[in-house]
């Protein structure tokens, strides 16, 4: 992702918040038939929930995925048709919140923008999401709902077997799955840096701001508000860790093959670069905490190793190791499981004042482009 007319030497910019996309239904799909139940798949249905919660390119391939998987199975279509409605209803009951940014009060206690600001910036984590406005909680549900639709999508239709179509259909659900869950991973990091007490409060509050934009308005995706984040989750959800000798440079080769925005490796490749920025990006590279590297490289030493398998790295951890290789499809789970783990080896390090980095690799270049605004 390059920004003509940029400076090189200038740092990334966090993207403004872009207005949500006007929505207009496909005029005309042919409708299924639920098998021997007599229930009519209504594309009208799809349609009109395509208008409030999905963009286009969504509510075409829903209907799609609909017709195709109605002609396929119809009990299949009847649990997607179950899940359209669960949506809905998810939809439905976040619209009825009020705005976070119109004031109101209680007990005699002024609310608005500044005082929720405020209120973030004070969170220390330990509260989760009892200390969240009811919105905040409801977007989050509506978010986890999108997902469990999608996922419910991916699956359906992946057991199409040779339905003409149903191979890139599949591709481009599974693209949309993992972009819900981009934005799923973006909230959780703004909400890390939060807690965090080495964020400075003017960057905390710039953070603050960005998640009542996105609490507000559920039609928002990664690519409205943080398209560096998801350049590099996009990249790294495409690459499998080769291990070798740990250094990393193939791994970093494969991000730049995957097209990840240059401004992301330049940022982590840029001179003066802590030690823990650093270490943050090989946890990033090899989907590892900097622990587990360290273990790695003490049993290569040991074993007189000198270069580490995946399959030889998950028997010395006694885990298993996420390998995508063969998998010739995105996992987005997978990235998913990357970032908690990684998340929450830093929050210990701070909680215990262990050495290594208190941030993932995300978290240290959020704060960069928070700060630049």
Not at 36 to 43: D, E, R
Not at 265 to 276: I, K, P, T, V
Not at 323 to 350: G, K, T, V, W
């Amino acid at each position: 992702m390059s920004y003509p007319g940029r400076n090189p030497t200038e740092p990334p910019a966090l993207a403004s918040t872009a207005p949500a996309p006007t929505v207009v239904p496909r005029a005309t799909t042919q409708p299924g038939v639920l098998g021997s139940t007599g229930l009519a798949l209504s594309v009208q249905v799809v349609q009109a929930l395509g208008v409030r919660v999905l963009d286009r390119h969504e509510t075409e391939l829903v209907e799609q995925a609909m017709a195709a998987v109605a002609a396929h199975s119809p009990a299949d279509a009847l649990v997607l048709q179950g899940l359209i409605g669960e949506l809905k209803a998810t939809s439905d009951l976040l619209e009825r919140q009020r705005p976070l940014r119109r004031p109101t009060a209680l007990g005699g206690e002024a609310r608005d923008e500044s005082t929720l600001i405020d209120h973030l910036c004070t969170l220390d984590g330990l509260s989760g999401d009892l200390a969240l406005p009811l919105k905040a909680t409801q977007s989050r549900t509506y978010l986890l709902t999108k997902i469990n639709f999608l996922r419910g999508f991916v699956k359906a239709t992946s057991v199409l077997g040779d339905v003409p179509g149903s191979a890139r259909m599949t591709h481009d659900l599974r693209e949309e799955l993992a972009q819900s869950i981009y934005t799923l991973l973006a909230e959780e990091l703004f909400l890390a840096l939060l807690r965090k007490p080495d964020v400075s409060r003017r960057t905390k509050q710039r953070a603050a701001d960005q998640l009542i934009t996105v609490w507000d308005d559920a039609a928002l995706e990664i690519d409205d508000f943080a398209p560096l984040l998801e350049s590099a989750w996009h990249a790294r959800n495409r690459i499998n860790s080769a291990y070798g000798t740990l250094l990393g440079a193939t791994e970093t080769f494969r991000l730049v093959r995957e097209d990840c925005s240059p401004e992301v490796l330049e940022f982590f490749g840029r001179e003066g670069m802590s030690a823990d920025e650093s270490a943050a990006f090989e946890e990033f590279l090899f989907n590892m905490t900097s622990e587990e590297l360290a273990t790695l490289r003490r049993e290569m030493q040991k074993q007189h190793l000198s270069a580490a398998s995946p399959a030889w790295a998950a028997e010395v951890l006694a885990r298993q190791i996420e390998e995508l290789e063969h998998a010739h499809e995105i996992d987005p789970m997978a990235l998913y499981r990357s970032y908690q783990r990684r998340q929450l080896a830093a929050d210990f390090r701070l909680l215990s004042n262990a050495p290594g980095p208190r941030r993932t690799a995300e978290g240290y270049l959020m704060v960069y482009l928070l700060d630049q605004q």
